[in-house]
């Protein structure tokens, strides 16, 4: 692995520990509006990202690189409405599957496959994490001004349970 790969995927570390930071604020909305349900679901985005976090530090650990840890952001709460935090979560996960996108280019440039190769399992989630995200929002803009609507999604984002990352290092 070469430097500017390390050291990117140190710099990912911290931003998928900032998303996790992130999902909380989400989280912290939907409980002050009262949509357990929504809170649920950002609960669990937030252990999800905490986990690729800790997938990203055992990988560069079973490459005999040091994780460093640095400092992680105040999280953006400038949101005022649900479907602001919505899209905002849709326009965080575009910002992450760039990123991992760049992490990508760098392993490839340099014939680094083993990276590559553990790269494939984020670029994948990242597909479905855009496509959570954005069913949240299309389906808040079709359904979520009629009261009995948000009650339904809100209990359907209710139901949604954690599960442990597929990839294992
Ligand atoms: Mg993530």
């Known amino acids: 692995m070469n430097n500017q790969t ?3 995927l140190n710099a990912q570390i911290n931003e998928e520990l900032y998303s996790a930071y992130l999902y909380l604020t989400f989280a ?3 409980e002050a509006r009262g949509l357990r349900g929504f809170a649920n679901w950002y609960y669990i985005q937030t252990q999800e990202e905490r986990d ?5 530090r055992r990988y560069l650990l079973n490459e005999g690189k040091s994780p460093v840890m640095e400092a992680v952001a105040k999280p953006d709460a400038s949101f005022k409405t649900d479907l602001e ?6 326009e965080h996960e575009r910002y992450i599957t760039a990123k991992i996108n760049a992490i990508y280019k ?3 440039a340099e014939d ?5 190769q553990m790269l494939d399992w984020f670029v994948k989630e990242q597909g479905e994490e855009e496509d959570n995200a954005r069913t949240q929002v299309d389906q808040y803009k079709l359904f979520g001004s009629d009261p009995m609507a948000l009650f339904n999604l ?3 984002n ?9 990839l294992v290092l």
């Open 6 to 8: 390390y050291q990117l």
């Open 28 to 30: 912290d909305h939907f």
């Open 52 to 56: 690729h976090a800790m997938l990203l």
């Open 85 to 90: 935090v919505l899209e905002a979560a849709l």
């Open 106 to 108: 760098s392993a490839q």
């Open 112 to 116: 680094d496959f083993r990276t590559m």
């Open 154 to 156: 809100d209990r359907e």
């Open 158 to 166: 209710a139901a949604r349970v954690y599960a442990a990352p597929s």
